[in-house]
């Protein structure tokens, strides 16, 4: 299961095919992110990990997606764009994908078939009840800004909810035990 992981074709937000193989040997932090989200300053956060724990062997890899709401509508270029001007996104970002349905992305299929539940989901999905919004049941994620922990050997070792932040301490707990790991 591990090499599946980085065989999957994706799409840099530039339009440049690649694999996650490019990512081989690295810690992984896979998160679907919007930029009209109540979470979406939570780019500050994880730009802030990215460059605290980069040079350690730490990528974070956004994947925008418009399932939720959409909270996602811009194109390619509006969204490198918005990251770039409000948040100073400097962490690698990919070409819009679907998260969710019929027309779920192969690299989402994986991780949440192989990881179908999420590190602290009850307290958001029952946030998203009192708003009226009817979750997605698992292993579906749930709504933007979903965190998947992929280790150096490609294995998915963990799912953070999305309302988990970037300095939250069991995820920061997961990220720097597989940044021990050698690969």
Same mark, same amino acid.
């Given at each position: 299961?591990?090499?599946?992981?980085?065989?999957?074709?994706?799409?840099?937000?530039?339009?440049?095919?690649?694999?996650?193989?490019?990512?081989?040997?690295?810690?992984?932090?896979?998160?679907?992110?919007?930029?009209?989200?109540?979470?979406?300053?939570?780019?500050?956060?994880?730009?802030?990990?990215?460059?605290?724990?980069?040079?350690?062997?730490?990528?974070?890899?956004?994947?925008?997606?418009? $399932? #939720?709401?959409?909270?996602?509508? +811009?194109? !390619?270029?509006? &969204?490198?764009?918005?990251? =770039?001007?409000?948040?100073?996104?400097?962490?690698?970002?990919?070409?819009?994908?679907?998260?969710?349905?019929?027309?779920?992305?192969?690299?989402?299929?994986?991780?949440?078939?192989?990881?179908?539940?999420?590190?602290?989901?009850?307290?958001?999905?029952?946030?998203?009840?009192?708003?009226?919004?009817?979750?997605?049941?698992?292993?579906?994620?749930?709504? $933007? #800004?979903?965190?998947?922990?992929? +280790?150096? !050997?490609?294995? &998915?070792?963990?799912?953070? =909810?999305?309302?988990?932040?970037?300095?939250?301490?069991?995820?920061?707990?997961?990220?720097?035990?597989?940044?021990?790991?050698?690969?």
């Amino acid at each position: 299961m591990s090499q599946a992981i980085y065989d999957i074709p994706v799409t840099s937000i530039e339009g440049a095919p690649l694999t996650l193989g490019e990512y081989k040997g690295k810690v992984l932090l896979v998160v679907n992110v919007a930029s009209k989200c109540g979470l979406t300053p939570q780019y500050e956060g994880l730009e802030k990990l990215y460059e605290d724990k980069r040079v350690a062997g730490l990528e974070i890899l956004g994947f925008p997606a418009n $399932n #939720f709401k959409g909270q996602e509508p +811009g194109s !390619d270029d509006e &969204i490198k764009a918005f990251c =770039s001007t409000t948040f100073d996104v400097k962490f690698p970002l990919f070409s819009k994908v679907s998260v969710v349905g019929e027309d779920q992305h192969p690299l989402y299929h994986t991780l949440t078939t192989t990881h179908p539940s999420a590190t602290g989901d009850g307290p958001f999905r029952d946030r998203l009840k009192g708003y009226g919004i009817e979750p997605n049941p698992a292993p579906d994620v749930l709504w $933007n #800004f979903e965190k998947f922990l992929i +280790g150096r !050997d490609g294995s &998915i070792v963990n799912r953070f =909810s999305p309302d988990t932040e970037a300095n939250n301490p069991a995820l920061l707990a997961a990220i720097d035990a597989e940044l021990a790991k050698s690969v």
